[in-house]
């Protein structure tokens, strides 16, 4: 690994960024520090990754170092993928009257979910792996992804009809490319949650696997991905060009949201508060903890000395060799 791309492994408040050199995979996990959901400091964190990424490439003209084939998505949070936006801001935003804050919030989302659906325009595949529910926005990160790997057990959905908005940051374009107009607005309008094998069906998302089993399923593809990688890159550029999403596109639907939001009425906030505290509840009683980085070692073969670890020091030997310093030198 080079200088330049240890600076994508650098440390984050609410990103953890890490690499697998046996897929060539930039893995983030997203680790919201209030609740699960996209905070505008985790939506700048990972718009600046994203931005990283792309200066990485940039920096050695297309052809980095340190190769980077998939960017892969996941959460640090125990069954849950992610709750959506961040529905305290929007109660008090709303209730401040303030646009221009509620765009700029939504702006980020689709910088960031725009930028994830035709894949940083560069040479990688972007994928989602959720092993936890995913509502609103969550539901939309998922799916702005090239790939998304669901878990059997997930419950994913938008619920923001029932304090009567829409999701305003991607869904309805996603859906309307994925499974059409009719089918995405009956998505959005029933409010309702969907298992993950329903959504496959549908053609929403690109794989369903078992609990537990979707990192490996990611690693999986992955390596079958690889070996026609070429071949895959020019699907992924045959269906932007047939279907592009459009970012002016995404940015009048989401000032349609902002438009809707502001005219929500005390009724609807009301409701919009209750799930607020219905999710932080459901958060309180899981007593849920974060996972840690060692909850994410990657399994990697035996390595050959030496090699340069993800701090860029340069590792001569197998330091684990004498297990108990109180026998080393001793026969």
Known sequence: MDIEFHKLLRERKEIT?????????????????????????????????????????????????????????????????????????????????NRDKLFEY????????????????????????????????????????????????????LPEIRFNLIPGMGAYSFLARSVGIKMAEEIISSGKMYDAATLHEMGVITQVVKKGEGEKAVNKFMKRHSRSFNGMQAILAARHRYAPIDYDELIDITKIWVDAALRLEPKDLKMMKKLVDAQNQKVLDMKY?????????????????????????????????NKDPRTSGKE
Not at 21 to 28: D, V
Not at 109 to 116: F, K, P, S, T
Not at 122 to 146: H, K, M, Q
Request: with cysteine.
């Open 106 to 157: 939504a702006k980020v989302c689709i910088d960031v979910v725009y930028m994830n659906a035709i894949n940083l325009n560069l040479p990688l595949t972007t994928i989602s792996l959720c092993e936890g529910d995913a509502l609103g926005g969550g539901f939309e990160g998922l799916i702005s992804y090239n790939i998304s790997i669901v878990e059997e057990h997930v419950q994913l959905g």
């Open 289 to 321: 903890k974060l996972r840690t980085k060692q909850d994410r070692r990657f399994d990697h073969t035996e390595k050959t000395f030496p090699f340069t670890d993800s701090e860029g020091n340069i590792i001569y030997e197998d330091r684990r060799k």
């Open 17 to 97: 960024v890490r690499y697998d050199p046996e897929t060539e995979a930039l893995w983030n996990y997203t680790n919201p520090k209030i609740r699960p959901c996209y905070s505008l400091n985790l939506l700048n964190e990972y718009r600046q990754l994203q931005m990283d990424i792309i200066n990485y490439f940039q920096y050695y003209n297309m052809k980095p170092k340190t190769p980077i084939k998939y960017f892969v998505n996941a959460s640090q949070t125990p069954e849950i993928y992610n709750y959506g936006g961040d529905l305290n801001l929007f109660y008090q935003l709303i209730q401040e009257r």
